[in-house]
């Protein structure tokens, strides 16, 4: 099962659904039965934190790499078998941070968790193509909008510079009146299209609530493609937590993958909600 996969999500223009990806999929490859981490690696604008009801203030990879705490004093448990590590969101922990241990907190992921997933800032600065280079594969993030395929370019560029790898394209926030079709933009990109994330308006009250969209609105449009996107990616079963329409039927006394494996195929999606609510509960409670 270990396939020690180091991805980096990155786009050449912010604001495409980046952030939403990381955690998403993260969510979904650890309900198959994967151990994930998800790393807030957009230094400078960092928020992934807030998109699973973590607290910013407590520690992050900011006081990692400025050298003031360990790997494992950032890393949070979202649910079964996911953690994050968040970043610090302030302007003076970004002013402290140095990139250059980004590298040793990667290795040092790898050997722990099955995937590794890099949220990556978007812009062409220092630290936005070191985890390029980091990462086994970059996942290239890009609306249907010409402009943030225009900027996709500039991440495949920056890829190359960083002597990385990129596996495709994740076109996200599609609507059905696209006038161009995803196909053609991956070809245009001369890149593989790895899936397409549909607009969902429950992103956003997702974020709000601090509660992943996969476990706050299951059933809708995103959620099911990147569902789709984990499964074609990871070559892994992911399996729909509504399929079998069983609800609270699952068993979590267990923490085995095996016993997360058949939680998720019950539908327990109430049960990844407490443990989300209790890492922030676990957050809270360090400050
Ligand atoms: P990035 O990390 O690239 O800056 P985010 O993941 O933060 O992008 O997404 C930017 C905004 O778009 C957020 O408000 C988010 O909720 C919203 N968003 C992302 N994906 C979708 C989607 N599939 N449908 C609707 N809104 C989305
Ligand atoms: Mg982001």
Redesign the pocket.
Known sequence: MSHETVYAVA?GK????????TVNLGMVLARAGERVAVVDA?LGMA?LAGFVGLNSDSTTLSDVLSGNASVDDATYRLAENAVAVPSGTSLDDYAETSPEGLRDVVDELRSQYDVVLL?VG?GVTHETVLPLGLADAVIV?STPEPASVHDSRKTLELTERAGGEVAGLVV??TRPDTDVSYEEIADRLELPLLGA?????A??ES?YAGTPLVVHAPDGP?PAAYRRLAADLAGVEVPNERADGGRGSGDRSGSTPDAARNSAENGDDEAERDDVSSAITEAESEQ
Do not use: H, M, Q, Y
């Open positions: 786009s912010g604001g495409v659904g980046k952030t939403t990806t957009d928020n949220d978007a993030v996200t926030r994330i549909p607009e969902d308006p992103a956003r974020v995103a």
